[in-house]
C-alpha cells in the first residue's frame, strides 16, 4: 500500500513560515512527479506547486515569490516551505505523488496518482 506521510502543519501569524514535509518509499518517490495542493474551505482542491524527478518546479500564482518546493532524493521527501503566509493560505494540503510506470519493452508508460491525507495549515492572528 502507497502512503504519503505529511507532516508541517499548524497555526501561524499572517507573516510567518511553516515548512511542509511529504514522506514516502523510494520506489514511489524516484519514479514521481511529487506535488502539494491545496483545499480551502468551501472551495475546490487547487494545485499549488510540483516537482519533477529531474527538478523542474512548476508554481500556482498565488504561491510565486512565497513558496519553496524541494525534494530530498535521500529521505524520498518533499518539501514545501512557505514564506510570508496570508489568511487566504489557509488550507489542507495535501501531497500527490503522480506515479509514472514503464509497462512494456516498448517504454510505454501508465501514470498512477496518490494522494497524502492532508494535513491543516490555519493563518490568523
Known amino acids: 500500500q502507497v502512503q504519503l506521510v505529511e507532516s508541517g502543519g499548524g497555526l501561524v501569524h499572517p507573516g510567518g513560515s511553516l515548512r511542509l514535509s511529504c514522506a514516502t518509499s523510494?520506489?514511489?518517490?524516484?519514479?514521481?512527479?511529487m506535488g502539494w495542493y491545496r483545499q480551502a474551505p468551501g472551495k475546490e482542491r487547487e494545485l499549488v506547486a510540483t516537482i519533477t524527478v529531474g527538478g523542474s518546479t512548476n508554481y500556482a500564482d498565488s504561491a510565486k515569490g512565497r513558496f519553496t518546493i524541494s525534494r530530498d532524493n535521500v529521505k524520498f521527501t518533499v518539501h514545501l516551505q512557505m514564506n510570508n503566509l496570508k489568511p487566504e493560505d489557509t488550507a489542507v494540503y495535501y501531497c500527490?505523488?503522480?506515479?509514472?510506470?514503464?509497462?512494456?519493452?516498448?517504454?510505454?508508460?501508465?501514470?498512477?496518482?496518490?494522494w497524502g491525507e492532508g494535513t491543516l495549515v490555519t493563518v490568523s492572528s
Open positions: 500527490k505523488a503522480d506515479f509514472r510506470k514503464v509497462v512494456n519493452v516498448e517504454g510505454a508508460t501508465v501514470t498512477k496518482t496518490y
Open positions: 523510494r520506489s514511489i518517490f524516484s519514479s514521481s512527479t
